[in-house]
């Protein structure tokens, strides 16, 4: 479903993806992860159109990637951002309908809307809400709940657990199991290790820059190195 080969993205002259390669196929979820600065973001906001890179190639769904933002929303790509990034002055359901923006079958957006709200029913108690009043959990299922709104083909979520108490992390992370059993494709970027990789059918770990370990998540959750570098696991020597 999407296919990234030898992706370069630069900030200026900082070099802040470098030959990137990855795979993600239709129904999976697939993992990134990494310390803060690897370039989890960078990758996102690239997929997402919001950054253009230097050189390399993305092909989704067999054709190159869209040119722009817009034009990528549009296919489908679809990206819940780090820190949410809600409308703080709107309505949870004002935010909500902002994922729709781009469609037009008014009766499709009334079940997604229902869906939304069996999917979060919090978010149905908080309907008209002002987001920016919402605690950080609550805010986190917005975004998500937003970006399910525009029927991803592909949804991009950036750090969803950042600042959450444990309570909600277990949630989120509920929720994209859910929402994988819906058929979305799901890649994530996160910096909780173990969650994700114990999620992932996929998963790679990006290291200031680059593809350093790929693998399954089963695969990478019993590296060695990935035990000592992101789950806290200390190894005898020998």
Do not use: C
């Amino acid at each position: 479903m999407l296919n990234v080969k030898d992706l370069n993205v630069y900030y200026g002259t900082i070099h802040a993806l470098k030959d990137v390669n990855i795979e993600v196929d239709k129904g999976e979820i697939v993992t990134i992860v990494g310390a803060n600065g690897a370039g989890k973001s960078t990758l996102m906001w690239t997929l997402s159109g919001v950054l253009k890179p230097k050189s390399g190639s993305i092909i989704y769904n067999g054709k190159p990637h869209p040119l722009t933002a817009h034009d990528a929303a549009a296919a489908g790509i679809i990206l819940v951002p780090e820190r949410r990034r809600l409308y703080a002055n709107l309505t949870v359901k004002e935010n909500l309908m902002m994922g729709a923006f781009l469609r037009k079958d008014t009766e499709g957006i009334k079940q997604d809307l229902e869906y939304i709200y069996s999917l979060f029913p919090i978010l149905k108690e908080r309907t008209n809400q002002y987001a920016g009043t919402l605690s950080g959990g609550e805010q986190q299922m917005a975004a998500i709940a937003r970006g399910l709104m525009s029927r991803p083909k592909i949804l991009l979520l950036d750090e969803p657990s950042l600042g959450l108490s444990p309570i909600y992390t277990a949630e989120v992370f509920k929720t994209i199991l859910e929402i994988k059993a819906q058929k979305t494709t799901i890649l994530l970027a996160e910096q909780n290790a173990k969650k994700a990789l114990e999620i992932a059918d996929k998963a790679y770990v990006l290291e200031t820059g680059r593809v350093v370990l790929q693998g399954s998540g089963k695969d990478l959750l019993a590296n060695p190195a990935v035990q000592e570098a992101y789950l806290g696991v200390r190894h005898a020597i020998i």
